[in-house]
């Protein structure tokens, strides 16, 4: 799928999520072997998205380089 094109960049969070999200760690939203997601609020303007978290041990170490 589209999320998935080696054609899109990668892009690395350089802040903590918490700098700009309230995540409510009790309303989870889903959750698999990779991920969690969370639903979370814009600290600013109150907006509730979702809020993806990868487990570190699954990310690869390469895909940084």
């Given at each position: ?46 907006r509730?998205?979702a809020?993806?978290?990868i ?11």
């Open positions: 799928g589209p999320c998935c094109s080696k054609n899109m960049p990668l892009v690395v969070q350089q802040r903590k999520i918490s700098d700009t999200y309230d995540v409510m760690k009790d309303a989870v939203l889903g959750e698999g072997s990779f991920a969690a997601v969370y639903v979370a609020y814009h600290k600013e303007d109150g509730e998205v809020v993806k978290a487990k570190k041990r699954c990310v690869s170490q390469t895909a940084s380089s």
